[in-house]
């Protein structure tokens, strides 16, 4: 089953499209992370599905509902931080989680339990404008979190926190999916952020989803862009003679470029090639990291 | 059950307020007039004694306070407060985090515009407190004056309190209208200053009704004057009409936007 469904999303802001057919499917169950530069349609997209724009074309089903029919059952199963943390800025943490308690009608006992979770427990009278970014950030997930959701959207919750925050959300989000089973939707532009933290990924760049699967698939893609390159004496013989060994390659920036090759291959190849007479220069495989693939994806490499 | 959600959505928007302007703001509106008229007794201090002793005591001071707050402090009072509610929401960025809860637009709008309703109730409340007490303290300070002799009369007063406030409502509904439009706190302010302006300078007017700012001077001046004014219906009844339609325009208006936070 999917927490969050959206079949041929498409929106536009006056004349300037902003989503063309994005179908989001995020597993129930899972720790989606939903990728993309500033300006790709993370936010529009998450606005969206919590029904903050009104839908122009396509369809949206949270929780296996329509959006469209069931916006307020879907919405007391929803938690959600879009965005700047949205806090009453002149009220204090207990404050703040009181106003919303009382609109999702949750024993009072929650906001000692999403304070502590969130580790704001000692905030006592201190307004939230005079919280650092972290804390606001920490708060936000706290509001989030009170009515107990089946599913949590996140729009950049690593805003503004320190790497130490960074490590303690992580540690958060991971406790809730795992432990209580809430899927959690997590929108970044910088995927080392998230990589520890999720099961799944949504690629979208200029509004258009590049890549969606599971993060083990995205490795995957990882690996196949990994190469070997190969710098010898006689590049053009090198190609026919790897390729001899099963080994298919091409010629680029003076360089024969290979898939990545283990380590008996590259024995059996160098010995081939000294064989033949070809000096070798230089054999290295280059790895390429998760970043590089995003932005491989999103066209930025 | 529907009931129920406005229940806890106005107990929501009322601890909103907490640690706002719109209680300094309610209490200085409601304590303004009454602390002039009780400064003012310190200038003629001689002529208290007789003033105490009058029989439509009361009346008297009721009458004198209730001419400025009729004209003046209870609309800026409304536009001022009206504007704080919604940017309660807009200065804290909090729009989008209230349209995410499971509550209906109706219930939204109409507990705001409750609690922006029992603010003005409670102004007029803490108004009459502050007149009873411009009233009786001279009389507590100055040994030579007596208390008021004449009895307050409460009925009187609560009938006419209650239709001020219903005269005042086409004011909260478009002020309302236009802060829940407005990101700005000051553009709500200027329009309804402007059409306050505009109600007060066409007072003589004989369609000055058609201004919704004009209730409750049109209603001060031919009650307590007893100025002859010809009108199509009493004037609670015209600010009932047009606060109803003025609401349902706002409603549609809010509920309408595309765009929700």
């Known amino acids: 089953m999917q927490a969050i469904a959206t079949i041929g999303l498409s ?17 129930a169950g899972s720790i989606y992370g939903f990728l993309g530069p500033n300006g790709a349609g993370k936010t529009t997209t998450l606005r969206l599905v919590l029904g903050l724009l009104r839908v122009q074309h396509g369809t949206i089903e949270v929780l296996g509902r329509s959006l469209d029919r069931h916006r307020l059952e879907i919405l007391s ?18 404050e703040n989680l009181e106003v919303w308690r009382r609109v999702f009608r949750c024993p009072p006992r929650r906001i000692g339990e999403v304070l502590s979770h969130v580790g704001l427990a000692g905030t006592g009278s201190k307004r939230a404008d005079q919280f650092s970014l972290g804390m606001k950030q920490r708060l936000a997930i706290a509001v989030a979190l009170l009515h107990e959701p089946a599913l949590l959207i996140l729009d950049e919750p690593a805003n503004g926190l320190d790497p130490h925050g960074i490590l303690e959300m992580r540690a958060l989000l991971t406790a809730l999916n795992h432990e209580h089973g809430i899927t959690v939707l997590v929108s970044s532009h910088i995927l080392s952020e998230i990589q520890k933290l999720v099961t799944h990924v949504g690629v979208i760049h200029r509004g258009t989803l590049r890549f969606q699967g599971t993060l083990a698939a995205l490795m995957t893609r990882q690996e196949q862009s990994a190469a070997t390159h190969l710098h010898t004496s006689e590049n053009l013989r090198a190609v026919k003679i790897a390729a001899q060994h099963g080994m298919e390659g091409r010629l680029a920036g003076g360089k024969v470029i290979l898939r990545a090759l283990d380590e008996q291959e590259s024995g059996r190849l160098t010995t081939a090639l000294a064989t033949s007479g070809v000096a070798v220069y230089e054999i290295v495989t280059v790895r390429r990291d998760l970043e590089n693939v995003f932005l491989d994806l999103i066209g930025e490499a | 059950m529907i009931l129920r959600a406005f229940f806890f959505s106005f107990s929501s928007e009322w601890l909103k307020r907490k640690r706002s302007y719109t209680l300094p703001l309610a209490a200085g509106s409601a304590f303004f007039i009454p602390t002039i008229i009780f400064l003012a007794r310190f200038r003629r201090i001689d002529a208290l004694p007789s003033l105490y002793q009058a029989p439509r005591f009361w009346e008297g001071l009721w009458l004198q306070a209730w001419e400025s707050m009729a004209f003046m402090i209870l609309p800026m009072a409304i536009m001022l407060v009206a504007s704080l509610i919604a940017q309660i929401e807009y200065r804290n960025n909090a729009w989008k985090q209230l349209h995410a809860t499971p509550q209906s637009l109706a219930t939204i709008f109409a507990a705001k515009l409750a609690v922006i309703l029992v603010l003005v109730v409670q102004l007029v409340v803490w108004f009459n407190l502050a007149l009873y007490l411009a009233g009786i303290l001279p009389a507590l300070i100055f040994a030579k004056v007596d208390a008021p002799a004449s009895p307050i009369p409460f009925a009187h007063f609560a009938r006419r309190d209650l239709a001020f406030i219903v005269d005042v409502l086409p004011i909260v509904a478009l002020q309302y209208l236009l802060a829940l439009r407005s990101k700005s706190f000051v553009a709500p302010l200027g329009i309804g200053m402007a059409l306050w302006i505009l109600s007060v300078g066409t007072m003589r007017w004989k369609y000055n009704y058609l201004i919704p700012y004009s209730y409750a001077g049109i209603d001060y001046l031919m009650t307590e004057y007893a100025r002859k004014l010809v009108l199509p219906a009493n004037t609670q ?25």
């Open chain 1, 11 to 27: 929106h536009k802001f006056s004349a300037e499209a902003v989503l063309d057919d994005v179908n989001l499917a995020v597993p």
């Open chain 1, 77 to 94: 199963r929803v938690g959600s931080s879009i965005e700047s943390p949205s806090l009453y800025g002149h009220l204090t943490a207990v």
């Open chain 2, 237 to 261: 009844v015209m600010a009932g009409i047009c606060f109803l339609a003025i609401t349902t325009g706002g409603f549609v208006l809010y509920a309408s936007r595309t765009d929700k936070g």
